[in-house]
């Protein structure tokens, strides 16, 4: 059964660079859309963008040019990395598993992320 | 970026009552609306796809309808396990946005 496990620190200093890994193990990394999300501590959500095996990414333009996503495709896993990162960016991260049919249908764990000096 | 309302915000029911959840976007999202479950410490759970199609594994009590702009999701015979916050969300137009949640509490 596919599951996808998180990795990465749950401490960033200001002006850092948040990095953030997912290994998606017990199936194929292929054919879906690998999508990041985030949940603040108000209990919104926000969709951070997501890569295709492809390489293709799409990006929420709310977080203009710091957001990176990669993949590879050897070690089955996809990373967000979010420059410059602000106290506005605590919050708990999750990596998604999208099915192009609007079918979100695997979740990570999740990781809080605090931004702190 | 397409304002996704839902109403309303907290809701109290009893086992065994029918709960209904809106969710109205700001324009025309066609079916792409997803409907979640989370319960506290826990990533979302996907119940309801595509407007009204039902993810593997979610029972039955719990569907889901709507297309266009204003969507409905529908908790059956409501039980003490469902006790959680539900999420809408619009999968149509970049960047995709989200509800603020419902919070559902059995009385």
């Known amino acids: 059964q596919l599951q996808l496990q998180q990795s990465g620190p749950g401490l960033v200093k200001p002006s850092e660079t948040l990095s953030l890994t997912c290994t998606v193990s017990?199936?194929?990394?292929?054919?879906?859309?690998w999508t990041w999300m985030r949940q603040f501590s108000g209990k919104g959500l926000e969709w951070i963008g997501y890569?295709?095996?492809?390489?293709?990414?799409t990006y929420n333009p709310s977080l203009g040019s710091r957001v990176t996503l990669s993949i590879d495709l050897s070690k089955s896993q996809f990373s967000l990395k979010l420059r410059s990162v602000t106290a506005a960016d605590t919050a708990v991260y999750y990596c998604?598993?999208?099915?192009?049919?609007?079918?979100?249908?695997?979740w990570g764990q999740g990781t809080l992320v605090t931004v702190s000096s | 970026d397409i304002q996704m309302t839902q109403s309303p915000s907290s809701v109290s029911a009893s086992v065994g009552d029918t709960v209904t959840i809106t969710c109205r976007a700001s324009?025309?999202?066609?079916?792409?609306l997803v409907w979640y479950q989370q319960k506290p410490g826990k990533a979302p759970k996907l119940l309801i796809y595509?407007?009204?199609n039902l993810q593997s594994g979610v029972p039955s009590r719990f569907s889901g309808s709507g297309s266009g702009t204003d969507f409905t999701l529908t908790i059956d015979s409501v039980q003490p396990e469902d006790i959680a916050t539900y999420f809408c969300?619009?999968?149509?137009?970049?960047?995709?946005?989200f509800g603020q949640g419902t919070k559902l509490q059995i009385k």
């Open positions: 595509a407007a009204s």
């Open positions: 969300q619009q999968a149509s137009t970049f960047p995709y946005t």
């Open positions: 998604v598993r999208h099915r192009g049919d609007s079918r979100f249908d695997l």
């Open positions: 890569i295709y095996h492809s390489g293709s990414t």
């Open positions: 324009q025309d999202i066609r079916n792409w």
């Open positions: 017990g199936g194929s990394i292929t054919g879906s859309y």
